[in-house]
């Protein structure tokens, strides 16, 4: 399966600490896209990092991609409780029929 | 980033009846788009890629017959759920991809309930 894969699965943390999740893939991609849902709501997108970016901001989140390791990283810091949701990983191949392929996702709860 | 319009948001019908979900890319010209199913705390499963003007392909599993998808122009990609039971209560969403750029947007999801 060409699917990304999100790790932890699940993760609890304290309001103020930082989240990281990490999100590995098999194949070689075009762009990784990350992906906010909140529970029983749709998609949120937050980051795309392109294959020749190494690292991306964006308010208090920061992403970084490792081409070699085939793996992306989602930190978020000083996390609030409305942080609390499901985060995924999507990827986009290259050299196919670049179709976004999603892991089973990381769930994010921070406890105020 | 561009925006991918889907319609309804959530919608309730009853069991037998048919349903027919949008897609929109507003702002670019999607010549492919992507239909994902997502059950609860699950990830989401690719349905179906379709290209403007041509056939959808069905991932396997997916019956053709029962969710009819249609492409028929560069920013609109339609979804029809037929004869709708209570198991394809689901989370319903759409992704259009810009040609030129290779990148794939998503809609906010559909959430369908069978009664």
């Known amino acids: 399966s060409q699917q990304g894969e999100e790790d932890p699965q699940a993760l609890s943390i304290q309001e103020g600490e930082n989240a990281t999740m990490n999100c590995s893939y098999k194949?070689?991609?075009?762009?990784l896209q990350w992906y906010r849902q909140n529970s029983g709501r749709g998609l949120v997108h937050l980051i795309l990092?392109?294959?020749?970016?190494r690292e991306k901001h964006s308010g208090r989140l920061r992403v970084t991609l490792d081409t070699s390791k085939k793996s992306s990283s989602l930190l978020i810091t000083a996390s609030r409780a409305a942080d609390t949701a499901s985060y995924f990983c999507?990827?986009?191949?290259?050299?196919?029929?670049?179709?976004?392929?999603f892991g089973r996702g990381t769930s994010l709860i921070v406890h105020p | 980033g561009a925006v991918v319009s889907q319609h309804p948001s959530w919608v309730i019908c009853k069991s037998g009846t048919s349903v027919k979900i949008e897609c929109r890319s507003l702002?670019?010209?999607?010549?492919?788009m992507f239909w994902y199913r997502q059950f609860p705390k699950q990830s989401l499963m690719l349905m179906a890629t379709?290209?403007?003007?041509?056939?959808?392909?069905?991932e396997q599993g997916v019956e053709k017959d029962k969710f009819l998808i249609n492409h028929a122009s560069l920013t609109l990609s339609t979804l029809t759920v037929t004869s709708a039971h209570p198991e394809d209560s689901s989370f319903y969403i759409c992704?259009?991809?810009?040609?030129?750029?290779?990148?794939?947007?998503f809609g906010q999801g559909t959430r369908l309930t069978v009664v």
């Open positions: 990092i392109r294959s020749n970016e």
């Open positions: 992704s259009a991809r810009d040609q030129v750029n290779t990148e794939a947007f």
């Open positions: 999507a990827n986009a191949f290259s050299g196919g029929s670049y179709i976004p392929t």
């Open positions: 379709s290209n403007e003007g041509s056939k959808a392909t069905y």
């Open positions: 702002d670019f010209q999607a010549t492919t």
């Open positions: 194949t070689s991609i075009n762009n």
